[in-house]
């Protein structure tokens, strides 16, 4: 298949909630992002992380295999380093083949819960 | 002074005035030898994968690299003699080599053989003892120069405390293991939730010859690990969800290969109390620390042996670790876990992070007095303490 998307992506908004009310693993605030990968060739992504008061962590390494979707919790990822939750951040997002990248934030702060998600803005 | 050393993890560092490689024993015993008559101290270095200051020195510090291999092994006894620096990894590939195997491994198998087990390494399973357990007897350079053999069945004494020597006894050139036949293992990597987990631990820590749970404090998710006899343990979990899996020769299927640095603190707690003690922890992180913490906690049980300092001492035991990245501040993390640990009668891994003394350690050890009595006959002088030492056993005045 013809691969779609961008190479490269930005996630301005990240902050991953803090406080977490309901049962985990499937009410934990989180931050998120899902990638498809629709073309024939697996993708090399690396993320780095952007923050108000230091230098940017990374790369953070992953794959999305050839025709598959793969999402990823920032809360996870601590390869090189965990990010800090209740803290602004951004990534950017590279990939050696065209990709998608949507970005979710999962917010169980308050047991009313909020989901919000959003496309990445593709930068190339 | 020299140059630098710096552990594994990096947050040890410190200059020795001499790093020393002897070629062999003698050349070893006359540094040692050398060393009394200056008054200085020598401290034995393994790969520096501990994190601890037990190696730490201004004065002299000795790289045993040049200790490597097999020495001798005797199939009908199933036995062999390693040199100290052989590292388990490379251990593990020659005895292969011979029909045998070590009875366990821990996570990792890169330490030295003399290192590892001089600071009560372990692995899991409920059945299993520290590494150290293996030791038979081996060799040592003491303080008088002198190259030693000791055995459990010529001098149980030295012997149990040499198991777990701290590296205070003298310079160990050579151990010799108690092995098994080479056999190999069914290891599966499976993912839960934690509840469900602690609801079945019982039946995973009895039904599996290793097993070991990670917890992740982010997501309350864990991954169970377990080995097996090939076609000896069940077909599923049917709370988990299989993840990976491999089947191979022991010494290549237990240890994983860890790129990832990290600093760690680990206590061993009796096993009646693990369960509540993680409990304890698991409640804390959740707490107060998930802002900083995404790295795993890792939840092992160990056979009880009769080393006098090992950390499962007369005691079937649980040990209970946590992990910071090497790049992040940890000692804010650990210091707030470690009284949790202490209220259950936990004892530090000697070769990780903690804040113990001799005043806290001496209750929580059956045989410490023996230990240090066979210290003082082995090395009255101190030659190989170091002040970090000298704290940890009250040792002060040596």
Not at chain 2, 67 to 73: M, T
Request: hydrophobic share 35%.
């Amino acid at each position: 298949m013809r691969p779609v998307g961008r190479t490269v992506w930005a996630i301005p908004g990240g902050h991953i909630p803090l406080r977490t009310t309901g049962p985990e693993p499937e009410e934990t605030s989180s931050d998120m992002i899902c990638l498809l990968n629709a073309g024939d060739r697996d993708a090399k992504v690396e993320i780095t992380v952007y923050y108000e008061d230091r230098e940017p962590v990374g790369p953070y390494r992953l794959a999305v295999p050839a025709r598959r979707t793969r999402q990823i919790r920032f809360n996870d990822l601590i390869d090189p380093e965990p990010l800090p939750l209740d803290t602004d951040f951004a990534g950017v997002i590279v990939s050696d083949v065209p990709i998608v990248v949507l970005f979710a934030r999962k917010d169980t702060s308050r047991a009313e819960n909020a989901i919000a998600t959003t496309l990445a803005f593709p930068g190339d | 002074m020299g140059d630098t050393w710096e552990n594994w993890s990096g947050s040890l560092r410190f200059s020795p005035k001499r790093t020393e490689r002897p070629e062999n024993e003698n050349a070893l015993s006359d540094l040692v030898c050398r060393a009394a008559e200056g008054r200085r101290t020598i401290r034995p270095a393994g790969t520096g994968h501990s994190s601890s200051p037990l190696l730490a020195t201004r004065d002299t510090l000795v790289s045993l690299d040049a200790f490597r291999g097999i020495e001798s092994y005797d199939p009908a006894k199933r036995e062999a003699t390693l040199w100290a620096g052989t590292t388990l990894g490379e251990a593990g590939g020659l005895l292969l080599g011979l029909g045998l195997a070590m009875p366990n491994l821990g996570d990792v198998d890169v330490q030295s053989v003399a290192g590892a087990l001089a600071t009560g390494t372990h692995g899991s399973g409920k059945r299993l003892p520290v590494l150290s357990a293996m030791i038979a007897g081996g060799r040592m350079v003491t303080a008088s120069g002198e190259i030693t053999e000791f055995s459990l069945e010529e001098d149980p004494d030295l012997t149990r405390a040499a198991q777990v020597s701290l590296g205070a006894l003298g310079i160990c050139t050579a151990l010799t293991l108690r092995l098994l036949p080479a056999y190999r293992l069914h290891r599966r990597e499976w993912c839960t939730t934690a509840d469900r987990c602690l609801a079945h631990l019982d039946d995973l820590v009895d039904r599996h010859r290793n097993f070991d749970f990670y917890w992740y404090p982010r997501s309350d998710r864990v991954k169970l690990r377990t080995m097996d006899p090939p076609g000896g343990a069940p077909e599923s979990i049917p709370y988990a969800r299989l993840v990976e899996e491999r089947t191979g020769w022991s010494s290549e299927v237990i240890a994983k290969v860890r790129t990832l640095r990290f600093d760690e603190m680990e206590y061993a707690i009796p096993a009646e109390a693990g369960p509540e003690c993680f409990e304890a922890v698991r409640r804390r992180i959740r707490e107060r620390h998930r802002k900083h913490v995404a790295w795993r906690v890792l939840y092992r049980t160990v056979a009880p042996d009769d080393a006098y300092l090992s950390t499962a001492h007369s005691r079937a035991t649980v040990t209970i670790s946590l992990h910071q990245n090497a790049t992040l501040p940890f000692w804010g993390f650990f210091h707030d876990i470690e009284p949790i640990f202490q209220e259950y009668g936990g004892r530090p891994h000697w070769a990780k992070k903690h804040t113990m003394t001799a005043d806290d350690l001496e209750p929580l050890y059956p045989r410490w007095g023996r230990f240090l009595a066979v210290r003082r006959r082995m090395d009255p002088d101190g030659l190989f303490l170091n002040p970090y030492l000298q704290r940890l056993l009250g040792e002060e005045g040596t």
